[in-house]
């Protein structure tokens, strides 16, 4: 039971790192952490750059929606104050 604890401990991320010779569990356990490692990195370098662009692109129209809306009250505040001075 502690053999088994501690080669889990000892096992590194990547196997090719460490220039010990391991056994096949330990070898074995290595491969699925080196392959959980890189399944997680090609999963969530896509998302968080996607996210990051969905970010700012949601972000730019916020900005231009709010200034075509301001503008817009502008102009319409600026054509009542006209007409009402025209009377």
Not at 69 to 78: D, G, I, L, M, Q
Request: proline share 3%; hydrophobic share 40%.
């Amino acid at each position: 039971m502690s053999e088994n604890r501690s080669s889990k401990r000892n096992c590194p991320i990547f196997c090719g790192l460490s220039g010990k010779d391991l056994s096949p569990q330990a070898r074995y356990r290595c491969m699925c952490n080196s392959l959980f490692i890189v399944m997680l990195a090609i999963t969530l370098i896509p998302l968080s750059i996607t996210s990051g662009l969905n970010f700012f692109q949601y972000q730019q129209l916020v900005r231009e929606d709010s200034r075509a809306n301001a503008r817009w009250n502008a102009e319409s505040a600026r054509a009542t104050i006209n007409a009402y001075l025209e009377k």
